[in-house]
């Protein structure tokens, strides 16, 4: 059975840094699965009224299911691959078995199955006006919008979102602290998940 690690915390904490951080050079030997492909999309719902930030966004069935496959390395193992800019999915792909699995998303471990289907799970920790500041600058960078847009959702959805995603701290295995940087931590997972990787004989 393949490992599956959880890797939660509000938006902008630092998850996706850190996923390709213990990913990095293992492309064949871990497998990362990230939530956003498993949004159903806001169909004729305007975008920008849209909550994406609540659980009932998410297909969590099949997430559940993805996650279950992966750490039993059934196949196939097919996935939604999600269009940001449609906001729907444009089609699946196939998650080759690998030992090592990492899941990351904000919200979906508020979903008691999601948690349990992983083996432990990780919270980054980040202080929310530095993960709003993050945020900001990425989606301004990367995905176009402006200040109004970024705030003026972060104020209907996302601060609500963030509260409850902190109440899952309590329920982490692991505390990983990222106001400033998590290199050490991330060095001290991947130095144990390369161990993992030798004792399951992926070299």
Do not use: W
Request: aromatic share 6%; net charge neutral; proline share 2%.
């Amino acid at each position: 059975m393949a490992l599956v690690i959880g890797i939660t915390g509000v938006s902008g904490s630092g998850k996706s840094r850190l996923c390709s951080l213990l990913a990095e050079g293992h492309d064949d030997k871990i497998t990362v699965i990230c939530q956003d492909n498993f949004y159903k999309g806001c169909g004729s719902i305007d975008p920008d009224v849209y909550n994406f930030d609540d659980l009932n966004a998410l297909d969590v069935e099949s997430l559940t299911l993805a996650i279950h496959n992966c750490k039993n390395r059934q196949q196939p193992n097919e996935i939604p691959i999600y269009d940001h800019s449609k906001h729907k999915r444009v089609g699946y792909r196939n998650l080759e078995p690998t030992h090592v699995v990492l899941v990351e998303g904000h919200m979906m471990f508020q979903d008691q199955g999601v948690r349990d289907a992983v083996d432990y799970l990780l919270f980054v920790d980040t202080d929310l006006d530095i993960a709003v500041v993050r945020r900001l600058k990425r989606d301004i960078a990367e995905r176009g919008r402006n200040v109004n847009e970024v705030t003026s959702r972060y104020m209907r959805h996302v601060r609500q979102a963030a509260l409850k995603t902190l109440e899952i701290k309590n329920k982490a295995d692991f505390i990983i602290p990222n106001n400033n940087s998590f290199t050490n931590a991330a060095g001290l997972l991947r130095h144990h998940i390369d161990f993992l990787l030798k004792e399951k004989g992926a070299k």
